[in-house]
């Protein structure tokens, strides 16, 4: 990650994390993906347009759990998460995931939507 510019620090601009593509590992983006609270946030991801906050998201766990769970989907590099004033938006990093593991997250997210309605769980 490269430090803040001056324009950055000037205006306050907050940074967070992330690893490079060639820093992504597989098994981080496995165990990432092997919750299914971060496996929930990365379908309603993928079916948004764009990006979303963190607070669009209706989890079953605390405030404190659902940070913890979008710094595991961060650090894994399956997210990418920039402040927009206050907001922590939240967007898929599609790219970088299928550069280095083609079709990984679409076979993923299939497999993931074929289980929910076979569960009822839309």
Same mark, same amino acid.
């Given at each position: 990650?490269?430090?803040a510019?001056? &324009?950055?620090?000037?205006?306050?601009? !907050?940074? $967070?994390?992330?690893?490079?593509?060639?820093?992504?590992?597989?098994?981080? #983006?496995?165990?990432?993906?092997?919750?299914?609270? !971060?496996?929930?946030?990365?379908?309603?991801?993928?079916?948004?347009?764009?990006? $979303? &906050?963190?607070?669009?998201?209706?989890?079953?766990?605390?405030?404190?759990?659902t &940070?913890?769970?979008?710094?595991?989907?961060?650090?894994?590099?399956? #997210?990418?998460?920039?402040? !927009?004033? &206050?907001?922590?938006? %939240?967007? $898929?990093?599609?790219?970088?995931?299928?550069?280095?593991?083609?079709? $990984?997250?679409?076979? #993923?997210?299939?497999?993931? %939507?074929?289980?929910?309605?076979?569960?009822?769980?839309?």
């Amino acid at each position: 990650m490269t430090p803040a510019s001056a &324009t950055d620090q000037a205006v306050g601009t !907050r940074r $967070l994390a992330h690893p490079a593509r060639d820093e992504i590992r597989i098994e981080s #983006v496995l165990h990432a993906l092997s919750d299914p609270v !971060r496996l929930c946030v990365v379908r309603e991801l993928a079916a948004a347009e764009g990006e $979303l &906050t963190c607070s669009r998201f209706d989890l079953p766990v605390t405030k404190s759990t659902t &940070t913890h769970h979008f710094r595991v989907l961060r650090e894994s590099g399956i #997210v990418q998460q920039v402040y !927009r004033g &206050t907001a922590k938006m %939240n967007g $898929l990093r599609r790219e970088d995931l299928e550069a280095l593991f083609p079709g $990984l997250l679409d076979r #993923v997210l299939d497999g993931a %939507n074929r289980q929910a309605e076979r569960l009822g769980e839309g």
